[in-house]
């Protein structure tokens, strides 16, 4: 069954520092998304990207972040001078189009020491 | 008012009975429907979409009603490994597909 799959499955980080997390979506699906989950709390969108370029951002998803599809598999996650805040899951998730449920990784823990 | 809103319980619920629960959306532009279901420390998985007409996958059934702004996710027969916290999200289409979720409900099935 194709899945979603990411990279590290844990990353540890001083602050200040900069991560990339990587994640291979599903081969035919043409939409991803970034997701975070702060520890006891719920699952928070990042960001949507579609046809190349980001379709929707929230609030969260300030300077200190950006994605980018390097090649024709990866989708990344670049989170710049991190901070204590960051600590979290960092879910990748993907989905064939635009109005079905996305199909999620098994995640990326951060913890920004 | 929250836009995605779920009882966070617990349910603690005896093996073998049924189980419900109900979500309440605010933005009544809302198009696409889901229950995930989530593990401790894992990924959320989808389990099911929400059809207008309600949909039936085994002992779990997914009901919409557009009128009051909820949707429900029945478990009949209810067994242990179906002890997890279970998530409601809408997608709401005027926000290019952008996941709204709630904070779930957590459902403990004891023997």
């Known amino acids: 069954e194709p899945e979603v799959t990411q990279t590290p499955s844990h990353q540890v980080t001083q602050m200040g520092q900069e991560v990339i997390l990587r994640c291979v979506p599903i081969?035919?699906?043409?939409?991803f998304y970034w997701y975070r989950q702060i520890l006891g709390q719920k699952v928070e969108f990042l960001v949507s990207?579609?046809?190349?370029?980001?379709?929707?951002k929230s609030e969260i998803f300030d300077d200190q972040f950006s994605v980018e599809r390097p090649d024709g598999s990866n989708f990344t996650l670049k989170i710049r001078s991190t901070k204590l805040e960051d600590s979290a899951m960092y879910f990748c998730?993907?989905?064939?189009?635009?109005?079905?449920?996305?199909?999620f990784g098994q995640g990326t823990r951060l913890t920004v020491v | 008012r929250k836009e995605v809103e779920q009882d966070p319980g617990p349910f603690n619920v005896p093996e073998g009975a049924t189980v419900a629960f109900n979500c309440t959306y605010s933005?009544?532009?809302?198009?696409?429907f889901f229950w995930y279901r989530q593990d401790c420390r894992k990924e959320p998985k989808l389990l099911m979409s929400v059809y207008s007409s309600g949909n039936e996958d085994g002992r779990f059934t997914a009901q919409l009603n557009r009128a009051s702004q909820y949707i429900s996710l029945l478990i009949r027969d209810s067994k242990l490994s179906d002890s997890a916290t279970y998530l409601c999200v809408v997608n709401t289409m005027d926000s290019n597909y952008q996941l709204i979720w709630g904070a779930g409900t957590k459902l403990i099935i004891k023997p």
């Open positions: 990207f579609y046809n190349n370029e980001i379709s929707e």
């Open positions: 081969s035919n699906h043409l939409y």
């Open positions: 933005n009544s532009a809302s198009q696409s």
């Open positions: 998730a993907s989905s064939e189009s635009g109005g079905e449920g996305a199909f």
